[in-house]
């Protein structure tokens, strides 16, 4: 695993940005894995400048997101098919119909996983998966569970993610219980893997998730495992790592 320090949100922003423009300019046919929360917002700016400025062509590019609340419409402002609009694919000349996210308001829940799962995997698998971490270590919604849940599903949200994603709403009982999430199959089938962390409020887990035991308490540990893991955070996200996992990065 690779650990890029990064001086704060900003940096951090635009050398993730840079990492997801290397693989379309080189692949412009690429699979793209996203995700929603306040990490990648920054770096999805970042795209859209260097878009705007003609170096980058999303033509061809698919992007298949990590998850949706359940019960939410796509118009719902606080849906993750709104804000992956508003923050990105509105600004780009990506397709719509190149843009997958799970379908909050499917009535059959099982039908629903299984259609997200053939389209991840018709598309061929994704090649470049970004990443955030929730403060109790979830990836997409993978919450803390007793295993890795393999294919997408939908999982009851824990308190403390309900409590963390409560700011963006205007009151926690709007938050919902409920939401559709990539497995971890696609995500560690990705070729590569980005993830981003920013802020001291993120130190403990990044130190637990990437210098800890592979537990699915922690279900952002198993990227250790993966032979492709760019982790890029500030000084502030790293801050609690040890020496011996540090490697070199923020000296
Ligand atoms: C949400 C999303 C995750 C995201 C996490 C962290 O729960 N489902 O995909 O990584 O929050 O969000 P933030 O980047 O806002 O800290």
Same mark, same amino acid.
């Given at each position: 695993?690779?650990?890029l320090? &990064?001086?704060? /949100?900003?940096? =951090?922003?635009?050398?993730?940005?840079?990492?997801?423009?290397?693989q379309?300019?080189?692949?412009?046919?690429?699979?793209?894995?996203?995700?929603?929360?306040?990490?990648?917002?920054?770096?999805?700016?970042?795209?859209?400048?260097?878009?705007? +400025?003609?170096?980058?062509?999303?033509?061809?590019?698919?992007?298949?997101?990590?998850?949706?609340y359940?019960?939410?419409?796509?118009? $719902?402002? +606080?849906? /993750?098919?709104y804000? =992956?609009?508003e923050?990105?694919?509105?600004? @780009?000349?990506?397709?719509?119909? !190149?843009?997958?996210?799970? $379908? *909050? =308001?499917?009535?059959? &829940?099982?039908?629903?996983?299984?259609?997200?799962?053939?389209?991840?995997d018709?598309?061929?698998? @994704?090649?470049l998966?970004?990443? *955030?971490?929730?403060? !109790?270590?979830?990836?997409?919604? $993978?919450?803390?569970?007793?295993?890795?849940?393999?294919?997408?599903?939908?999982?009851?949200?824990?308190?403390?993610?309900i409590a963390? $994603?409560?700011?963006?709403?205007?009151?926690?009982? &709007?938050?919902?219980?409920?939401? /559709?999430? =990539?497995?971890?199959r696609?995500?560690? +089938?990705?070729?590569?893997?980005?993830?981003?962390?920013?802020?001291?409020?993120?130190?403990?887990? %990044?130190?637990?998730?990437?210098?800890?035991? %592979?537990?699915?308490?922690v279900?952002?540990? @198993?990227?250790?495992?993966?032979?492709?893991?760019?982790?890029v955070?500030?000084?502030?996200?790293?801050?609690?790592?040890?020496?011996?996992?540090?490697?070199?990065?923020?000296?």
């Open positions: 695993m690779k650990i320090c &990064e001086k704060d /949100y900003r940096s =951090m922003s635009k050398r993730a940005a840079s990492i997801i423009a290397a379309i300019v080189s692949h412009p046919k690429s699979i793209l894995g996203l995700a929603t929360g306040s990490s990648p917002i920054g770096t999805y700016q970042t795209l859209i400048e260097w878009y705007h +400025q003609g170096y980058l062509d999303f033509s061809e590019v698919h992007a298949v997101n990590l998850d949706e359940k019960g939410l419409t796509p118009h $719902n402002p +606080q849906s /993750y098919a804000f =992956m609009r923050n990105l694919f509105d600004q @780009i000349n990506i397709k719509a119909e !190149n843009t997958h996210i799970p $379908n *909050g =308001m499917a009535v059959d &829940e099982e039908a629903e996983c299984i259609r997200y799962d053939n389209i991840i018709q598309l061929g698998g @994704i090649d998966q970004l990443l *955030g971490i929730g403060h !109790n270590g979830h990836i997409g919604f $993978n919450e803390p569970a007793e295993v890795f849940e393999k294919d997408t599903h939908c999982i009851s949200l824990s308190e403390s993610t963390a $994603n409560s700011r963006l709403f205007e009151q926690i009982e &709007e938050v919902p219980r409920f939401a /559709y999430t =990539m497995g971890i696609p995500i560690m +089938q990705a070729k590569k893997i980005l993830i981003i962390a920013s802020g001291s409020a993120k130190a403990e887990i %990044v130190r637990k998730a990437f210098c800890e035991a %592979v537990t699915p308490s279900p952002a540990s @198993i990227l250790q495992l993966h032979p492709d893991v760019t982790l955070a500030d000084a502030d996200a790293l801050k609690d790592l040890g020496d011996g996992c540090r490697k070199g990065c923020c000296d």
